[in-house]
């Protein structure tokens, strides 16, 4: 299969296209690098069957070539990171619509192909009170539109309305996925990611800053077993125009105890600090309390079971942090 990945030197998008490669498929990828990074594609440059462009998805002439020339498109270029959208929140929806509406109306007219869209948890928006766990038919809570977070969980809901009006009227066939705080090595701390920033402030003895009191959870997932899910909707015919979260709820923790687990592997004498949503990223930030996936839809579609523990994630991206250092 000819696949071509939007986002592919991204930290997922490089780990996709590394697993669809040793699968025997044929990888184009296609990035800008406003958070991907050549490195991430280092190893899979002059591998046959990789190619790579450095450029934009907004690049529409590129674009169409790409599209016409594969046989499904794994669209996961957009803007990420909860401190990257406060930090670019113009470009953010500009290229997270605009760019979605590229690829899915080349998609369409070059042969109806394939599209599996990344999308987000943070789709769902605020938690509830006594609600952890979200299904894909879930209601959408938000905040005000002032509160540049929210933007970002709706540029990817209207990616994803786009993709099912794509789907319903064009009979496009597109896959949506929902990732959930994926994690693992090459992913970097610089956009906001909890995991790699408590790594590095560990390994380099700084100290640990928790936003908030800390007691707020996650379900961390790592990312070959999100890489998986992928791969496992994208061969699944009834999958079609279906949404999916992709996570693990087993991987569940608070950020202090994610906080402490790392201080404990790592070895480090790093003190660890509390610090305020407003100071960390802007004026009437709201968090989720709690976030966790359903994954019973994606477990009816496939046979898949999230393999890695926490644990075994966390030390590879420590090891991973540690060798760049
Ligand atoms: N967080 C933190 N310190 C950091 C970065 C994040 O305490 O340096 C917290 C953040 O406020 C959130 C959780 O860790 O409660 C997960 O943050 P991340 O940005 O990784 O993912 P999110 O779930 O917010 O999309």
């Known amino acids: 299969m000819k696949c071509l990945i939007t986002g592919g030197a991204g930290f997922i998008g490089s780990h996709l296209a590394e697993a669809l490669l040793k699968k025997g ?3 184009t990828i296609i990035d800008n690098l406003s958070t991907g990074r050549l490195e991430n594609i280092e190893h899979l440059k002059g591998k046959d069957n990789f190619t790579y462009y450095i450029d934009t998805i907004m690049n529409k002439t590129l674009m169409t070539e790409l599209v016409e020339k594969c046989d499904i ?18 470009e953010s929806i500009l290229t997270n619509v605009g760019g979605t509406e590229i690829v899915l109306s080349l998609a369409h007219e070059y042969g109806n192909k394939k599209v599996l869209l990344a999308s987000t948890s943070e789709v769902y928006g605020k938690d509830r009170p006594g609600k952890r766990i ?22 990817k809901a209207i990616d994803e309305f786009l993709s099912i009006a794509y789907f319903k009227e064009k009979n496009l066939p597109v896959i949506i996925v929902r990732f959930f705080n994926t994690c693992g090595e090459k992913q970097t701390g610089r956009y906001g990611m909890v995991v790699p920033r408590f790594a590095k402030q560990a390994i380099a003895g700084e100290p640990i800053t928790i936003y908030g ?13 999100s890489v998986r899910a992928v791969m496992m909707l994208a061969e699944e015919p009834t999958a079609v125009g279906e949404v999916f979260n992709i996570g693990n709820p087993h991987n569940k923790v608070t950020i202090n105890a994610l906080a402490k687990k790392i201080k404990k592997m790592t070895g480090s004498k790093s003190a660890i600090r509390h610090i305020s949503y407003e100071k960390a990223y802007e004026k009437g930030f709201e968090d989720m309390r709690h976030r966790e996936p359903d994954i ?3 477990q009816k579609f496939t046979d898949f079971e999230p393999a890695v523990t926490i644990d075994e994630m966390l030390a590879k991206v420590a090891k991973d942090i540690k060798r760049k250092k």
């Open 73 to 90: 498109v794994y669209h996961l270029a957009a803007a990420v990171g909860v401190k990257y959208i406060i930090d670019h929140p113009l």
């Open 296 to 298: 019973s839809k994606l």
């Open 134 to 155: 979200f299904h894909e038919e879930d209601d959408r809570v938000l905040g005000p539109t002032s509160i540049v977070r929210w933007s970002y969980s709706c540029t």
């Open 25 to 27: 498929h044929s990888v």
């Open 213 to 225: 009191d800390g007691k707020q959870t996650r379900c961390f997932t790592d990312v070959s077993d």
